[in-house]
C-alpha cells in the first residue's frame, strides 16, 4: 500500500473481516467433509442460484457467497477480502462495510437466479470490494502476482476487461465471470451514491 492513506487507528483484521472469514471457512470444511463422505452436496442446497436448474430454494442467493467449490477459490476469496476488506471496513466502519458486502452479493445472486445456465460462484461480493478500493484509493499500489506493481484504477479496469471477455468467449468455464462483473457494477452503484452525499470515506475524515 502507499503512502496516499494511513488512518489512525488501523486493525489488521476487523471484526466484520474476521467473522467473514471464519464463516467462510467453517462452509467450506462442512461442505468437504460431507461431500467426499457422500452425504450431501451442499452447493446444491446452498449455492445454485439459477431459479431453472431445478434445485433453487429462496434462500440461495444469499448463501451462495459463502459456498467454494475448491481451497484455491477460497484462498483467493479470502486473501482478497482480507487485504482489501480491513482497509474498506477501518474507513467505513463495521457496519457500513457489513451493509456494502451483503448487499452487493445478494443483488448479484438475486440478478443471476433469473438468468439460464450462468455460474455465480461465490465472488459477488469480493469483486464489489475490488471495485470498493479501487474506487477510494485510485493512486495505491497493488502488486500483481507479488511482483509487479499496479495502480489500483488501472489493475480494475484490467480486471473488468479481461473478466468481459472471459464471460464472452469462456462461458463454458465454469467460473462467475458475469457474476463477477455484477459484483463490480452493483458495487459502483453504491459509490457513487455515496460520493453524492459526500460520504465515501464514511462519518470519519483523513
Same mark, same amino acid.
Given at each position: ?9 488501523? @486493525?489488521?483484521? #476487523? ?9 467462510? &471457512?467453517? $462452509?467450506?470444511? &462442512? ?6 463422505? %457422500? ?9 445454485? $442460484? $439459477? ?9 440461495? #442467493?444469499?448463501?451462495?457467497?459463502? /459456498?467454494?467449490?475448491?481451497? +484455491? ?12 476488506? &480491513? ?7 463495521? @457496519? %457500513?462495510?457489513?451493509? *456494502?458486502? !451483503? &448487499? $452487493? ?7 443471476? /437466479?433469473?438468468? #439460464? ?9 469480493? *469483486?464489489? !470490494?475490488? /471495485? ?51 459484483? /463490480? ?10 460520493? @453524492?452525499?459526500?460520504?465515501? *470515506?464514511? +462519518?470519519?475524515?483523513?
Amino acid at each position: 500500500m502507499s503512502e496516499e492513506y494511513r488512518p489512525s487507528g488501523f @486493525k489488521v483484521l #476487523p471484526p466484520v473481516v474476521k467473522h467473514l472469514l471464519i464463516i467462510n &471457512a467453517i $462452509c467450506y470444511l &462442512a461442505y468437504f467433509v460431507l461431500y467426499s463422505k %457422500r452425504i450431501i452436496d451442499l452447493h446444491l442446497l446452498f449455492g445454485d $442460484c $439459477c431459479l431453472q436448474s431445478g434445485y433453487f430454494r429462496p434462500w440461495q #442467493p444469499f448463501t451462495y457467497m459463502f /459456498m467454494h467449490g475448491s481451497f +484455491d477459490h477460497l484462498f483467493f476469496n479470502m486473501f482478497s477480502l482480507w487485504m482489501f476488506g &480491513a482497509v474498506l471496513e477501518n474507513v467505513w466502519g463495521s @457496519k %457500513r462495510f457489513l451493509i *456494502y458486502y !451483503l &448487499a $452487493c452479493g445478494l443483488g448479484v445472486g438475486l440478478i443471476v /437466479m433469473f438468468i #439460464p445456465g450462468f455460474h455465480i460462484g461465490a465472488s459477488g461480493a469480493i *469483486y464489489a !470490494l475490488l /471495485m470498493a478500493f479501487a474506487f477510494l484509493f485510485p493512486n495505491n499500489y497493488v502488486y500483481l502476482y507479488f511482483l509487479v506493481p499496479i495502480k489500483t484504477k488501472w489493475f480494475i479496469i484490467g480486471l473488468i476487461v479481461v473478466e468481459l471477455f472471459e464471460g464472452i468467449f469462456r462461458s463454458s468455464d465454469g467460473i462467475g465471470h458475469f457474476g463477477h462483473l455484477f459484483g /463490480m457494477v452493483i458495487g459502483l452503484v453504491f459509490l457513487l451514491i455515496w460520493k @453524492k452525499k459526500g460520504k465515501l *470515506y464514511g +462519518d470519519q475524515v483523513y
